[in-house]
Each structure stands twice: as C-alpha cells, then as structure tokens.
C-alpha cells in the first residue's frame, strides 16, 4: 500500500466487518472537525520545530492508559495531522486480514510519533486505534460537509484540503460513496446510531481530560 510520505508543515464500513472496518459515520466525527485540522496543522509544525531544535514532548496517562495532561490534547491533535498527512482517505480497511497492506503505514505513524513525544511501546495500541479513529473521523467529515453540494450534486476536491488528497484520491474516494453497497450500509448504521445509549460527541479534550478536570476541581 502506498501511503503519503511528503511530511510538511503545511461505526461499520461498508466492507468486511470481521476484519473491523467500521463505516465513516457522523458519531466517529468530532465537534467541529474542520477546526481541529486547521489546529492540527498548526501543532503538526510547533512539534516539528521542537523536534528540529532536539525538543520531545511528555504525554501524561491515566490508570486507564488514556492520555491526559501535560500534552494530551497537543498529543491527540498531533496523530491526527500525522495521520491526514500521510493516509490516503481511499483506505477503507484500518484492520484488514492481510497486514501488509496497512502494517508499513502504522509503523511510520509509530515512528513518526516516538520522534516528537515520549511514549513507550506499552501505548502503542492506544495511538494506533485512535489513528485509525481519526482517520474515519476525517473520511466522515469529507463526506458530510464536502461530499455534496445543496442539490446533491457530488462536487469537486474540496480547494481546503488539496495538499492532503490527490485528485485520483478524491475520484476514488465519491465513486466508492456513489456504490449501493456503502449507501445501504450507511443507512444501517445511521440507525444504530440513533439508538446508542450515550449520544455525545466528544469534544477535542475527551473523555479522559474531562476526569482529570474533574479530579482536580
């Protein structure tokens, strides 16, 4: 699999669900998303200044081996602008049966973030998974803001994000979300959604610095 390597500063898929690809839905799509990748290109060149002058970051954890403060939120946004950088918005599976095609893109994303911040190979599985939810959360985004116009007509590469996704991405990327398949699935899980005992939506801090302001108070 090829994955974007030009660093800079600049829930169910319509796809096997034993292999875990969940579907780009609004639930995987934090509070103002647009917002938090204008944020993340932004920390994405603070880090990589630092990281040029020989300066790493510490990340605090909780007992549940989330990320919290000093850094968490500096930390989170960094992994999702390492991850739009570099992962194509064509990749579908984030756990596929055959490891190869994603292996090599995880541990760049790995070794990517072990040059900037302090983190030992015990959270390893945490910057994956949440790698991989962010990746969904910004195919989920594309979708819902930029995949139609007013009239449900599908439109052009959105000019917001043409350094992240090629033009044969973007004609990938609709042509997938034209198919029955995905809008069958789609609608499947929309009504999951709607059933899920706990709507919110988790905002850039999340839950866990949401406990450890509390703790604190």
Known sequence: MEYHDNIGVPYDDPFDEENDCPLDEENDCPLDEENEITRGITIMRKVIRARDKGTTFEVGWNEHGQPIDPNASMFVSYIG??????????????????????????????????????VDDTHKKYVLQEAGKLHRGFRTMLTTKHLKDADGNFKDRPNLYKGLISPDEWKTFVAKRKSEAFKAISDLNRKRAEKAPYPYKRARRGYALLEQDIVSI
């Open 81 to 118: 602008a390492v991850v739009r950088e570099h992962i194509p918005i064509t990749l579908d599976c984030w756990r596929p049966k055959d490891k190869s095609i994603i292996g090599p893109a995880k541990d760049f994303i790995w070794s990517e973030i072990q040059r900037s911040f302090i």
